[in-house]
């Protein structure tokens, strides 16, 4: 621009030389009818290629770029070098898209792209077959139109993508999709969805099987422990010799038939997906049960307290309920050496109902943390089966959690202590 700007100012000088030439020899008069005539031919000259340029604007092309004459020759060549380049970077980019476009549809997962108005801008082959999507027509059309099903329609309008979907093919009842949306760009949505009905039948088979296995061992185990039991009673049968080995086997049928238990209770909140006998549980009372359990298993070796900071009640499963929290509560005192402190808190955050137990026991390292709620995951497999887990626990107190839409965050510190909080959402709070 500089040089556009010296250029234009150099040839107005040139010409006011000139015209104050010819003023010299034929007087003043004609030396500024001169400049003035020159001056409205430059100014006519820079409206002609600015009309042109405005002309070749309305349909830009390479073909038919105005040549230009003067500084208008600099602007028209800088202009055309840099058509060139953007239309050698849209060739780039239009290549690299399209390219883009095929290695996506190789993928075996349908792939659909929403913009922020949640509006289908382009899908895959598979999304096609799995999600009955037309090319051409269902483009630009909102993907809420095309999968009515209320469950999909609520997880697109809650925004919490954290957790993929599950829903039954409304083309085939034998086929369960797995829908997720990740957001991506400004405010744009891409929307997976993948054929997980080989997964599902595997995992119903596998809870199934653990059902069934569970089921035919308790009875067997039953009869192994009664008669464990009426042996060891009897005076004079068993010596003290073998004693010990009786009390080691009663032990361990005891822990086994602990283990079916908790798998078939395990078993019976996989299946069920939604609660059945939802009541109004009064919390403080069922604290104080807490209280009162975890102070029997402790036998005066812990310190246990409770503090209601609130008294709201949760609306749910009695039973699930009491399972959870006395988990975490039992948990504890296991945890927890002689002497140690056991709290038990009910408060309000936000509004949230929050139940946390925090102890000033062993500690849990922190990577372990993420796995605590795996079945049969334990942190340390000896001190386990010395505290008489069966490393179910966390597992049957994270599905309970999962049909209250609860949530629970552990915070732990090797040597200091563990901190268990279950939060529950305001739709499950109660006033007192």
């Known amino acids: 621009m500089q040089d556009i700007r010296w250029k234009a100012f150099w040839s107005l000088l040139f010409w006011a030389f000139c015209c104050l030439m010819v003023g010299w020899f034929c007087g003043a008069e004609t030396a500024w009818l001169l400049f003035t005539v020159g001056a409205l031919a430059y100014l006519a000259a820079h409206i002609y290629w600015i009309h042109r340029l405005y002309q070749w604007a309305l349909k830009p092309s390479l073909n038919f770029m105005p040549n230009g004459k003067g500084i208008w020759e600099d602007i028209f060549a800088n202009l055309y070098h840099e058509m060139r380049r953007h239309s050698r970077s849209q060739s780039q980019l239009s290549s690299t898209l399209e390219r883009l476009r095929h290695a996506t549809s190789a993928l075996p997962d349908g792939v659909v792209v929403l913009n922020n108005r949640n509006e289908i801008e382009w899908f895959n082959e598979p999304a096609i077959q799995r999600l009955g999507l037309k090319r051409h027509h269902d483009e630009n059309q909102p993907i809420y139109y095309l999968l009515r099903q209320a469950e999909f329609v609520t997880y697109l309008q809650a925004e919490d993508y954290s957790e993929p979907l599950k829903l039954k093919s409304w083309r085939s009842p034998d086929v369960t999709l797995e829908l997720q949306i990740i957001p991506f760009a400004s405010k744009q949505r891409l929307l997976i969805c993948r054929d997980v009905s080989a997964i599902e039948k595997t995992e119903v088979m596998r809870r199934d099987f653990i059902a069934n296995v569970s089921h035919e061992l308790r009875t067997p185990l039953t009869v192994i422990g009664g008669f464990l039991e009426t042996i060891s009673d009897m005076q004079g049968e068993v010596s003290p010799d073998i004693q010990p080995y009786f009390d080691m086997m009663q032990s361990q049928t005891t822990r086994m038939r602990r283990i079916i238990e908790d798998l078939l209770t395990l078993s019976r909140l996989e299946n069920n997906v939604t609660l059945k006998d939802e009541t109004d549980i009064a919390m403080p009372a069922m604290l104080q049960q807490l209280q009162k359990d975890a102070q029997a298993l402790s036998q005066g070796q812990h310190t246990v307290t409770l503090h209601m900071e609130t008294e709201v009640n949760i609306r749910g499963s009695y039973n699930e309920l009491l399972s959870a929290l006395s988990n975490l509560t039992s948990n504890a005192v296991r945890y927890t050496p002689a002497q140690g402190r056991i709290d038990i808190y009910w408060q309000m955050r936000g509004e949230d109902a929050v139940f946390s137990v925090q102890d000033t026991g062993i500690g849990i390292e922190s ?65 007192a």
């Open 367 to 431: 990577h372990h943390l993420p796995r605590l709620t795996e079945r049969f995951y334990r942190v340390d497999s000896g001190r386990s089966r010395d505290t008489g887990g069966t490393g179910l626990g966390l597992s049957i107190v994270k599905h309970i959690l999962h049909h209250h839409q609860a949530s629970l965050q552990v915070e732990s510190e090797p040597g200091h202590g563990s901190r268990f909080q279950i939060v529950f959402p305001a739709q499950r709070v109660l006033p």
